[in-house]
């Protein structure tokens, strides 16, 4: 489908502002003009409260990720047959409802996402067969009944969190053998945000290498997820990093706003905002966040739980950050300057060794070095 913002009329329109109804965000009357429905300013900020409550862009402007989001908040657990296609991946609520009330029953259905991958297909078969069900791996009327009638084995204590959580623990507090995909954002003719001749791509990319470097320097596998004359769409940087069994993926952005004044650096991980997240993601991103305001002095815009596909579509926990706006003469200045990327790099290469820590041994904010780093991996080698 085209993408569909303000002044925009047609059958689409149609269909989003009838998508909104249902949701009770537009009332149900249709204003129309001479070219039929009307893509007015109350759909606009109907669209702008749906983003907000998906964890989308908040933009007002119905791409993509945000028509996939409205569609697919029309079905409800047994509306469809469910099933894992690889060629055209089924998404929408009724998915989220399948794998929380799996993960409700005992079984790893991964992150509740709204996405129906091989994970979810795995738990959803391994009920099947649990409860005397044709294995199929499809969400029928008979897997739908038997799912309903079941009593939870778990409510509350988040067991998503839990094993996330003890897989983090399983990895150890050394940084040595553990995987990162580093993914500079844009790329290639893509530049990003350019103001004065300075471009995101470049600096992302400048800022991905000197983190690429200390991170092999302590035993770590780093990946870049793209090169300098290539910009992968979110898609392939998340197979990039799912090919690569990644054990962490860090997306690396400065940002932009039509104010100068707009500045400071922001962390991203997923979550849906009602609850659902990636717990180790959303600790990471924490850790980046604190680490990174700390020692740049850049204002500090917290962090925030996100449905991108860059977080829906890696299996590994992700963090993207947005250090700084190349629009604001400030923080333009400091990225362009090396010793401050240098900075950046090694507040998140801290973070990243605090993840993996879980508090043992662990230093106050901002006062962890890169030395001390080293010193603590040949210690734990030892």
Request: charged share 25%; proline share 5%; net charge neutral.
């Amino acid at each position: 489908m085209r993408v569909l913002r303000r002044g925009d009329t047609g059958p689409e329109v149609a269909e989003i502002r009838s998508m909104l109804s249902a949701l009770e965000l537009l009332p149900s009357s249709n204003e129309v003009n001479g070219n039929g429905p009307f893509f007015d300013l109350s759909v606009e900020h109907a669209v702008r409260a749906f983003q907000q409550q998906r964890g989308l862009i908040t933009d007002g402007v119905v791409g993509p990720a945000t028509y996939r989001a409205l569609r697919g908040s029309t079905y409800h657990l047994g509306s469809r047959p469910l099933a894992y296609l690889v060629s055209s991946p089924v998404h929408g609520d009724d998915v989220f409802a399948l794998q929380e009330r799996l993960t409700e029953l005992g079984y790893d259905a991964g992150r509740p996402d709204g996405g129906f991958g091989p994970q979810t297909e795995r738990a959803l078969k391994n009920f099947q067969r649990d409860y005397g069900l044709v294995v199929d791996g499809i969400c029928g009327p008979a897997t739908v009944r038997a799912l309903r009638q079941l009593s939870p084995r778990a409510r509350g204590g988040r067991p998503v969190f839990l094993r996330e959580q003890e897989h983090l623990r399983r990895a150890g507090p050394r940084l040595r053998g553990k995987r990162i995909v580093i993914d500079p954002g844009h790329g290639g003719p893509d530049l990003g945000v350019s103001v004065g001749g300075v471009n995101e791509s470049t600096i992302v990319w400048d800022l991905a290498r000197r983190l690429e470097g200390r991170m092999k320097a302590t035993g770590m596998e780093a990946l870049i997820s793209r090169g300098p004359d290539h910009s992968p769409s979110e898609l392939q940087r998340a197979q990039f990093a799912n090919d690569a069994g990644a054990d962490l993926f860090l997306s690396l952005h400065c940002d932009g706003n039509r104010s100068p004044h707009a500045q400071g650096v922001a962390s991203f991980h997923f979550g849906t905002g009602n609850g659902t997240t990636s717990t180790v993601g959303e600790l990471l991103a924490g850790y980046i966040q604190r680490e990174l305001a700390a020692r740049t002095g850049m204002l500090d815009c917290r962090t925030h739980p996100k449905t991108w596909d860059i977080f829906t579509r890696t299996r590994c926990p992700a963090v993207r950050m947005e250090i700084g706006y190349l629009t604001n003469d400030q923080d333009r200045k400091r990225l362009s300057d090396p010793a401050f990327r240098d900075v950046v790099a090694e507040g998140i290469l801290i973070a990243v060794k605090r993840l993996y820590l879980l508090g043992e041994n662990d230093q106050p904010t901002g006062t962890f070095t890169f030395a001390d780093v080293l010193a603590h991996e040949l210690l734990r080698a030892e």
